[in-house]
């Protein structure tokens, strides 16, 4: 007899979100108008049942049959070179969902909502 053990989509959007917060050239997670849609869900499933949200405002996890794909929505600083962040947070993402979960990532869709001006 096997046990398999289901890890929750908000579990993973939490793991995510951490891992790409604290990538360098990140400034913040930002959600667009379907990720505050999502999040504003997730939060209201997870008070309803007596648990206090994940933070994981800006990622959307999506698993099926055993695949796992990770959309995190960010803004980045002027100073740093985008296409680099954004290629530093998938392998961030997978990295820390790997250790943590023991689950593959097969894609990390990473968009950059917005930079922030460069502070002087």
């Known amino acids: 007899m096997t046990v398999e053990h289901v890890i929750a989509d908000p579990v993973i959007a939490s793991v995510a979100a951490r891992a790409a917060i604290t990538t360098p050239g990140v400034v913040r997670l930002e959600p667009g108008l379907r990720g ?3 999040s504003w869900t997730r939060a209201a499933r997870q008070r309803w ?3 206090d949200p994940a933070p994981a405002d800006g990622v959307r996890v999506r698993t099926t049959g055993g695949r796992v794909t ?3 929505d960010l803004v980045t600083a002027a100073d740093d070179q985008v296409a680099a962040v954004g290629r530093a947070v998938q392998r961030a993402v997978r990295r820390s969902v790997a ?3 023991g689950l593959v990532v097969d894609a990390v869709s990473v968009s950059v909502m917005d930079i922030e001006p ?3």
């Open 36 to 38: 505050l849609v999502t």
């Open 49 to 51: 049942q007596g648990l």
């Open 70 to 72: 990770v959309e995190i």
């Open 99 to 101: 250790e943590q979960t």
């Open 118 to 120: 460069a502070t002087r």
